[in-house]
């Protein structure tokens, strides 16, 4: 029972660290080339607190400030 737990909990925190680097990388990725620096998160109700910046929703409940929505797709040149 006890390595039953402690695999579970192994699992758990890779799958945190790897949503964690995701996330990392994405708001690395985006708005690098911009001139307006955003950051911090927001939800539905507390808007980006920078101008010229939008809240992205990458799940329901988990959101951060980005001048480029999670999932857009790229504009042509």
């Known amino acids: 029972m006890k ?3 402690q ?8 799958v945190a660290v790897l ?7 994405r708001q690395l990725r985006s708005g ?3 001139s ?3 950051g911090g998160t927001c939800s539905a109700t507390q808007p980006c607190a920078v101008a010229g910046c ?6 329901p409940f988990t959101a ?7 999932g857009a797709a790229p504009q042509g040149k």
């Open 3 to 5: 390595k039953k737990i």
């Open 7 to 14: 695999n579970l909990l192994f699992g758990v925190i890779a």
């Open 19 to 25: 949503c964690a680097g995701t996330l990392s990388a």
């Open 32 to 34: 690098a080339h911009s």
């Open 36 to 38: 307006t620096t955003c």
């Open 54 to 59: 939008v809240c992205s929703f990458t799940t």
């Open 64 to 70: 951060f400030c980005t001048t480029k929505l999670a």
